[in-house]
């Protein structure tokens, strides 16, 4: 089966544009989580989708992130507008049930000058 | 913030078993601990969890103590290709969603 896959691999942007990054679970999977790892600190959670709907946002930041999974299926997080302590590498990760362990996508590696 | 404490590095040699200990002291009953390792430029890789009875499958062993206080990850026979940065986890999700709290890991290095 094909694995999560996440696009870009590799975004450079300026501080105050916007990005989007885009995240397709494995086929079948209800469950996608988004997880990041900025500069010099520890993987950290996001959020967590069930289907289309939000189960869980505590890790969002602040309100410069959104993260949507119309339809149940592929996820976008958008930054808007990008700020440096944003750059980082973004994570999407699913899983075909609840407490199934997490099949992690190799991320987006966001670069924010 | 993590609730494990692992070594920040360690070395093995290729071919050998490599045992990677790791302390949960405050871990409740009905927690789970995982482990993952992540691979340069990869995602995190999913390896194998338990509750409190110890656990094998095709990439790993799991050994956790009767008081479930530390767990020990054994990878039997070491290969180059399990150089990587492993972490244990207690899950904290609630429901068993998979929100992971991640530490900095143990950085195994895999030596020929």
């Known amino acids: 089966e094909a694995g999560v896959t996440q696009f870009p691999s590799h975004s450079v942007i300026e501080k105050g544009q916007t990005v989007t990054l885009r995240c397709d679970p494995i086929s079948g999977h209800d469950n996608l989580y988004w997880y990041r790892r900025v500069m010099g600190k520890e993987i950290k959670f996001l959020l967590h989708f069930v289907k289309e709907s939000k189960q869980d946002e505590s890790g969002m930041p602040n309100n410069r992130f959104l993260a949507e999974r119309t339809g149940g299926t592929y996820s976008t997080l958008k930054v808007q507008p990008a700020e440096l302590e944003d750059s980082g590498v973004y994570f999407c990760a699913s899983s075909i049930r609840i407490n199934s362990p997490l099949h992690f996508g190799n991320g987006t590696r966001l670069t924010v000058t | ?37 992540q691979i340069h430029s990869q995602g995190p890789q ?42 244990c986890i207690v899950r904290v999700g609630i429901q068993g969603a998979q929100k992971l709290v991640f530490g900095q890991g143990t950085r195994l290095t895999i030596n020929p």
């Open chain 2, 1 to 37: 913030d993590a609730k494990t404490t692992q070594p920040t590095s360690m070395d093995c040699a290729e071919g050998r078993a490599a045992n990677l200990p790791c302390n949960h002291s405050t871990i409740s009953g009905n927690e789970y601990v995982y482990w993952y390792r």
């Open chain 2, 46 to 87: 999913y390896i194998i969890h338990g509750l409190k009875n110890n656990e094998t499958n095709e990439m790993a062993s799991l050994i956790i103590t009767e008081d479930r206080k530390s767990s020990t990850l054994i990878l039997p026979h070491a290969t180059l290709r399990d150089t990587a940065v492993y972490y």
